[in-house]
């Protein structure tokens, strides 16, 4: 399985952008798709995952109610949206494949990453 994630870029404290990442090769049924970020000098934290159902999806506290992730079971995409964004939430976003959870143990196979970068 191959990811591919796109979206990053600069933006103004406030702003909002769309990474998505979509998945190709030898993809498999009902699996989750989620997102994690790492920032310089941290540990790599998780963002949010989605169930290959929809009905199931979990968000960092550091993100409820600004980010929303979303995906397109027939183009095997997953997408997040990132509203109100903030300058601590500049990092290196990057997807993943693989169980449903929140530890970057679930996953199996990881995109290149995207930058975000959030200026004041």
């Known amino acids: 399985v191959q990811l591919q994630a796109c979206g990053g870029g600069l933006v103004q404290a406030g702003g909002s952008l769309r990474l998505s990442c979509a998945a190709s090769g030898r993809t498999f049924s009902r699996a989750a798709m989620g997102w994690f970020r790492q920032a310089p000098g941290k540990e790599r934290e998780f963002v949010a995952v989605r169930s290959w159902s929809g009905y199931s999806t979990t968000y960092a506290d550091s993100v409820k109610g600004r980010f929303t992730i979303s995906r397109d079971n027939a183009k095997n995409t997953a997408f997040l949206q990132m509203n109100s964004l903030k300058p601590e939430d500049t990092a290196v976003y990057y997807c993943?494949?693989?169980?449903?959870?929140?530890?970057?143990?679930?996953?199996?196979?990881w995109g290149q990453g995207t930058q975000v970068t959030v200026s004041s």
């Open positions: 993943a494949y693989g169980r449903y959870g929140s530890r970057a143990e679930d996953y199996d196979y």
